[in-house]
């Protein structure tokens, strides 16, 4: 039934793509020229496509390719920023190299490899003439690696009301990186302590700041951490200021300082910031705290096996390697934080191989990219039908 859509599918295709792409650089904040490489190769495929400027200078790309009738809608793409240079590379990290069944560059697994097969699976499509229902996007958004802003913007478009959409992360869905049914969220802390200065000579006629807040840090341990049968929540402090800039033998009088909050379902912004209010009033400072929060902030979520996007997902991969896929719910963030979290789309992460993301010497195996590339044929084909 598939048989002259996969036909189509061209891994020399994926592989010279993810060497175009790897050679654009799109460290976060710079993704505007993949964007418009993105935007050439869609239209080439016969998408139509539209820039949404995100940020000045910062688009998301989108494209689509409508079916013959109404029917579902189905999204595939994920972000095209990748994390800045890290020390050490044993090569330039934009230029693509092939060596010992593994192509080397920055973003060559987070997740340019994954862009790679869904442009290979699009152009599948087209070529084969391959017809279905409803609607095929694509989406290359920015900020995943920053604050997702990205992912944001796109809930504000049609491409926001998709019946599914599909990462095509580096989550290889089997017993070592199982595909994500759930992800945690995240709050970040952004808390003020506000004593009162005093020579510090005399200390007794203050009160510090730093102190103060040295004691909500120690008792941090007290915290609500609500339990979850298939999530941990945790903490971790990232930040603390407070004292003088320039020398001087003064009790500080204000202070600040982050602490990261991993979310599980059923916590809201308001009762995040409950919790850390009610341990700061059983510590009875005599500082005044004002907790507020910062950006990022992400959403938990958990799909459910049945979602039919999940069946799909299951049928392809089993179609494609034979075996069953491993699910797993993970403490981390991704643009599925967002789609799913907040705007309530089904979203399966899956793609090429998990090589040495955000280290030196990123890379993907080459034996990863052809199975992506039909996983996702197969996806499409089937969620349209």
């Known amino acids: 039934m598939y048989e002259d859509l996969l036909s189509k599918l061209d891994d020399t295709y994926t592989l010279r793509k993810l060497e175009e792409m790897i050679k654009i650089p799109s460290v976060v904040k710079e993704e505007k020229e993949l964007a418009h490489y993105l935007q050439g190769e869609l239209e080439s495929l016969g998408m139509e496509t539209e820039l949404h400027m995100v940020e000045p200078g910062r688009p998301n790309i989108y494209g689509k390719l409508k079916g013959k009738g109404e029917g579902k809608r189905i999204n595939f793409g994920g972000h095209m920023d990748t994390v800045p240079v890290v020390p050490y590379w044993d090569t330039d990290p934009f230029k693509p190299v092939v060596k010992d069944g593994k192509i080397y560059g920055l973003g060559s697994n987070d997740m340019k490899g994954g862009l790679a097969c869904v442009l290979n699976m699009i152009r599948a499509v087209a070529e084969s003439g391959y017809e279905f229902n409803g609607e095929l996007s694509f989406s290359g958004v920015i900020d995943e690696e920053a604050f997702g802003e990205g992912a944001k913007a796109m809930l504000k478009t049609e491409y926001g009301k998709v019946d599914a959409v599909v990462l095509a992360e580096p989550h290889l869905a089997n017993e070592q990186e199982p595909t994500a049914l759930g992800i945690t969220g ?200």
Not at 198 to 219: D, M, R, T, W, Y
Not at 279 to 297: F, G, H, I, S
């Open 186 to 385: 995240k709050v970040l802390y952004d808390i003020y302590v506000k004593g009162k200065a005093a020579h510090g000579f005399s200390p007794e006629k203050g009160i510090n700041a730093v102190e103060q807040a040295g004691i909500i840090l120690a008792n941090l341990h007290k915290l609500r951490i609500p339990e979850h049968p298939l999530f941990k929540g945790n903490y971790s402090t990232l930040k603390i200021e407070g004292g003088y800039k320039v020398y001087s033998v003064v009790v500080p009088a204000e202070c600040r300082f982050e602490v990261n909050r991993l979310t599980v379902p059923g916590e809201t912004m308001d009762s995040v910031i409950k919790d850390m209010e009610d341990l700061v009033k059983t510590l009875n400072l005599d500082a005044e705290v004002e907790v507020k929060t910062k950006p990022p902030y992400y959403s938990s979520y958990v799909l459910d096996k049945n979602e039919p996007l999940i069946q799909v997902f299951d049928w392809a991969y089993r179609e494609t390697t034979g075996k069953k896929p491993h699910y797993g719910y993970n403490s981390s963030i991704t643009d599925a934080n967002t789609l799913t979290g907040e705007g309530g789309i089904p979203c399966v992460h899956f793609g090429p191989y998990p090589g040495g993301s955000h280290q030196k010497n990123e890379y993907t195996t080459l034996d990863s990219l052809p199975p992506a590339s039909k996983v996702y044929a197969l996806m499409a084909a089937k969620f349209l039908s």
